[in-house]
Structure formats: structure tokens, C-alpha cells
């Protein structure tokens, strides 16, 4: 399984965009970045996955480096309601009934 | 559609007794994982389950077992608590297509207190 390394905590202004950088040089070809996040005392929740090319969603967008080893998540607009913990996970399409949470990223959006 | 649903949520248990948790996942999904979250180990994989057979199990002590009927439904049990199971227990669903899973959706959770 590829390892990730997050920023343990990152804060935001309320409606500014927020970019969530995750470092997974040692993904292999065929697995996909999948980005989940956990609001407070709550299950986590999927957000959006991704193989090679970039991808967007009604609630984020998704940045994959060319060489596959850095990606950025994209909250476009932070709310207040965004606030939580954010997670990538390298998976293959096989495996995705086992996904390994790293410590992710605390994203903290501010008024 | 309903979401997944957990029972009980919040459940107290002394050391050395055993507990049940169940899970309902969403209708027509067919693959059902658990996961266990502590304060000091983050979201940890503990086993996933697919058309009643266990396909993928974490790195947790035998004293950690699952079922899955044939409703997809499922159960997980931990004999023997101890203090460290202590933890919030989440089970995940995800449909299955030609083999391959896709996306999981989470449950709220069990939160397991063992004194």
C-alpha cells in the first residue's frame, strides 16, 4: 500500500478556496487517490477518487500531478460546514473495500 | 435510499465480557468493512466482508470477528474486552460490480466504552 504524507492542519477563510496538498510518490500505476473526510464524531465521507487526469464533482476538485505522486484537493468555496478532517488514500478499484487512513489533514475553516 | 445504519450507537461494557455490533448497509450494496477509530490509532481496518465470506482482514487479535448474512447485513463481535477496545466502531457498504468495490459509504458508528 502507498504511503501518504499530509499537512497534519491547515485553517481557511469562509469562502475562499481551500487546497488540500497530499504527497503519495509511492503509488503504483494502478491505483486511484480517493479523498474522504470526517466531520466531527461523524462517519467519514466520500468526497472524490481519481487515476491520472483531474477530476471535479458538485463537491470538490480533484489535481493529480503528471507523475502521479502529489495530488491537491479543491474545496472551491469553504463553508463553515467544511471544517473537518481530510484523508487521501491511494487504493486500486480491487481494494477499495480496505482503505488505509493516514492521520490526514485538519482543515479548520475560519469566519 | 437509506443510509447505513449501526446498532446500537453507544454501548458500555465491562473487561472480559464479549459484545455484538451490527450493521445494515445500503440496499443493493453487497460489501460491508469495519473499522475501528481510537484516539491513538486513527481509523484502523479491521475486516471486510463480501457475499457472506470474509475478502480482506486488518491486523487485529483473533478476539475480533465478523459475520455477513445473507441480506448483506452484518456483525461484528469482540470476546474478551479489554480497556483497549475501548473505541468507535464504523462499518462502511459499498456495491460490488464485476469484483471490483466501489466507493464507501460510512455509518454513524457504534461507541464502545469497556470499564
Known amino acids: 500500500d502507498a504511503k501518504t504524507t499530509q499537512p497534519t492542519s491547515m485553517d481557511c477563510a469562509e469562502g475562499r478556496a481551500a487546497n488540500l496538498p497530499c504527497n503519495h510518490s509511492?503509488?503504483?500505476?494502478?491505483?486511484?487517490v480517493y479523498w474522504y473526510r470526517q466531520i466531527h464524531s461523524q462517519g467519514p465521507q466520500y468526497i472524490i477518487h481519481?487515476?491520472?487526469n483531474n477530476e471535479t464533482n458538485e463537491m470538490a476538485s480533484l489535481i493529480i500531478t503528471e507523475d502521479r505522486k502529489s495530488s491537491t484537493l479543491i474545496l472551491p468555496h469553504a463553508t463553515l460546514r467544511d471544517t473537518a478532517v481530510y484523508y487521501c488514500?491511494?487504493?486500486?478499484?480491487?481494494?477499495?473495500?480496505?482503505?488505509?487512513f493516514g492521520q490526514g489533514t485538519t482543515l479548520q475553516v475560519k469566519p | 435510499k437509506a443510509g447505513v445504519t449501526q446498532t446500537p450507537r453507544y454501548l458500555i461494557k465491562t473487561r472480559g465480557q464479549q459484545v455484538t455490533l451490527s450493521c445494515s448497509p445500503i440496499s443493493g450494496h453487497r460489501s460491508v468493512s469495519w473499522y475501528q477509530q481510537t484516539p491513538g490509532q486513527g481509523l484502523q481496518f479491521l475486516f471486510e466482508?463480501?457475499?457472506?465470506?470474509?475478502?480482506n482482514k486488518g491486523n487485529f487479535p483473533g478476539r475480533f470477528s465478523g459475520r455477513q448474512f445473507s441480506n448483506s447485513r452484518s456483525e461484528m463481535n469482540v470476546s474478551t474486552l479489554e480497556l483497549g477496545d475501548s473505541a468507535l466502531y464504523l462499518c462502511?457498504?459499498?456495491?460490488?460490480?464485476?469484483?471490483?468495490?466501489?466507493?464507501?459509504?460510512f455509518g454513524p458508528g457504534t461507541r464502545l466504552t469497556v470499564l
Open positions: 488514500i491511494p487504493s486500486t478499484s480491487s481494494n477499495t473495500g480496505k482503505l488505509i
Open positions: 509511492t503509488i503504483s500505476g494502478n491505483e486511484y
Open positions: 466482508y463480501f457475499s457472506e465470506t470474509q475478502r
Open positions: 481519481g487515476l491520472k
Open positions: 462502511a457498504s459499498s456495491l460490488v460490480s464485476q469484483g471490483l468495490t466501489d466507493t464507501q459509504y
